[in-house]
């Protein structure tokens, strides 16, 4: 008689990856915090990244991707809602970071005033945030414009004083409720209209003076749209509107816009539908109108893209930070797999050619941590001028490069899992979603480059700094000194400089991150990165050129388990 049927034993198939100790697991990231002044620290961020890795986060992040928001625009009775509801996963997300302080905890120094900012406290956050960005990413957005908003609220010190302590809280408050009432807020950005896009200086949103007074702090009433409004579930957005000429000037003006006025009614703030995006499926984002909403003036008339670029500056480096943390978990993923699967009677990671995929992407992880450990630096020593100089023309570099490298990286990584990769079970179908949106928000690839081109027209002096400081640190160095060489012969071209904006900026980023690692980092992964990226072979496709290098070391350095 026929035994009944049953499926066989499940082998060679790697163990679930959770409870992953997301700090005490990378090294590259270990070494960076300390590198860059957030060494005091190391005690915190083991304790967080136990959490972020923690099978139970990483349950809340499948959740809250898998129950994305929902809108509810009105009553069952028809009355106006304007709401955004979450899975409890996603809230239970916001509380984590609250409680590490994501949203605010390089401003904790404001709550006593002449105290000066923490001592590495930019760098302390952005491993924070890579770690949080890991558990789940979507939710980072608003967390992320909480903690940009502050330098934009810093220009009116009435607005300040009234919102800072909210903002400085780190319990989690999700209530749709006055601020005044709630235990802290969270704040959004809207500049982007239809016709607009990039251009926003092609906004048409109205701004008109509600009483006699006009400039920063002042009320206006908006009338308007915004194609994309981060964070529709915030307290306040900041968002831009053109202004009357009621001063003499005029023109796009940054404003703050509550969601409840101070007489405790709900602002005119009408969301018109949630975008259905490719990922980042957690976190909502929309469409809106302000039927005749109020808000205050953040910018003199018509010097609101001057304000806002404060805020932008600080998510910019959060959108290279949250890229270089997919990466790490993108590839930690993938050595995973091929430490617990067999092929031909050997480990998939001592396969010769997969050992050199795996260094490969490494090698890229570790260059997108050192530049976005390295931007966070200089924003914590904004005082020192040549700090400053690496803030300002850095910042779009490595935006550009970390958020461009994360896509093609991403597809990689999924590769080396094969069909496991390719399903949604497990991490890496949402990851291979998730990550393009970094290389878009805040500036796509054009936009960076231009960027950069305008600092190198407009501030010219710190722009050079930059480039001194990149020769200096190669003089020892072959290919870097090459790489500088090349850089250098770009620049000398002024002529073609807007159709080579890319690879100008390409060749800053590798060297600048060539130079880090060879300084800072063990010779096998300098030698590799620098030997392959600064040495010219660009246009490369993973798995090349590393077959003198020592991939199991570098490997073993990266590996969740050995590293």
Same mark, same amino acid.
Do not use: I, W
């Given at each position: 008689m026929t035994k009944p049927f049953s499926t066989h034993d499940v082998t060679n198939q790697s163990p679930a990856f959770e409870d992953v100790n997301l700090f005490a697991s990378d090294k590259a990231l270990q070494e960076a915090v300390a590198r860059e002044g957030g060494g005091h620290a190391l005690k915190t961020l083991n304790a967080f990244g136990l959490t972020c890795g923690s099978s139970e986060a990483f349950e809340q992040g499948r959740l809250a991707n898998e129950h994305p928001p929902r809108l509810r625009t009105h009553d069952p009775k028809g009355r106006r809602l304007d709401l955004v509801e979450y899975h409890p996963a996603y809230h239970a997300c916001m509380e984590t970071s609250f409680a590490q302080g994501l949203h605010s905890s390089v401003w904790a120094h404001l709550a006593t005033p002449g105290e000066p900012p923490r001592p590495g406290a930019n760098v302390v956050r952005a491993a924070g945030s890579y770690m949080a960005a890991q558990m789940e990413a979507g939710h980072c957005c608003p967390v992320t414009m909480t903690n940009a908003a502050v330098p934009a609220l810093a220009r009116v010190p009435g607005i300040a004083t009234a919102w800072l302590p909210k903002?400085?809280?780190?319990?989690?408050?999700?209530?749709?409720?006055?601020?005044? #009432?709630?235990?802290?807020?969270?704040?959004?950005?809207?500049?982007?209209? @239809?016709? !607009?896009?990039?251009?926003?200086?092609?906004?048409t949103t109205l701004a008109e003076p509600a009483g006699s007074a006009a400039g920063p702090g002042a009320e206006y009433v908006l009338t308007g749209h915004k194609w994309f409004l981060s964070a529709p579930m915030s307290d306040a957005f900041v968002v831009l509107a053109q202004a009357p000429s009621s001063t003499g000037e005029g023109g796009l003006t940054c404003f703050l816009l509550p969601r409840?006025?101070?007489? #405790?009614?709900?602002?005119?703030?009408?969301?018109?539908?949630?975008?259905? @995006?490719? !990922?980042?499926?957690?976190?909502a984002s929309s469409e809106v109108e302000f039927a005749a909403a109020h808000a205050w003036a953040l910018s003199e008339e018509g010097r609101g893209v001057a304000a806002i670029m404060d805020m932008v500056t600080y998510t910019r480096l959060d959108c290279a930070v949250s890229s270089a943390g997919l990466m790490r978990l993108a590839l930690a993923n993938a050595i995973h797999h091929a430490e617990h699967r067999t092929v031909f009677q050997k480990r998939l990671v001592d396969q010769p050619l997969m050992g050199q995929v795996l260094a490969d992407l490494a090698l890229d992880v570790e260059a997108a941590v050192a530049l976005s450990f390295r931007l966070a630096r200089a924003f914590d020593r904004a005082e020192d001028p040549r700090a400053a100089a690496w803030a300002r023309l850095m910042t779009p570099v490595t935006k550009y490069w970390v958020c461009k490298t994360a896509c093609a990286f991403a597809a990689e990584a999924m590769e080396c899992l094969g069909g496991n990769g390719y399903v949604e079970d497990g991490l890496m179908a949402r990851l291979y979603r998730e990550i393009p949106v970094n290389a878009i928000w805040e500036g796509s690839g054009n936009v960076l480059a231009l960027d950069v081109l305008r600092v190198l027209q407009r501030e010219p002096e710190a722009a050079a700094q930059v480039i001194e400081e990149l020769g200096q640190a190669s003089a020892d160095d072959r290919h870097l000194r090459a790489a500088h060489a090349r850089l250098e012969a770009i620049l000398q071209d002024p002529r073609h400089l807007d159709i080579r904006a890319r690879a100008l900026v390409d060749q800053i980023a590798v060297l600048a991150a060539g130079t880090i690692l060879r300084a800072h980092v063990t010779p096998a992964v300098a030698d590799a990165f620098v030997a392959t990226r600064a040495g010219g072979l660009l246009g490369r496709s993973y798995g090349q050129g590393l077959d003198w290098a020592d991939t199991a070391a570098i490997v073993a350095r990266a590996s969740p388990h050995l590293g």
């Open positions: 903002v400085l809280s780190r319990t989690y408050d999700h209530t749709f409720a006055p601020a005044g #009432g709630k235990a802290s807020v969270t704040f959004g950005m809207g500049m982007t209209e @239809k016709q !607009g896009g990039t251009d926003v200086r092609a906004n409840f006025l101070p007489d #405790g009614s709900v602002n005119a703030v009408r969301l018109q539908r949630l975008k259905d @995006k490719l !990922g980042n499926r957690s976190n």
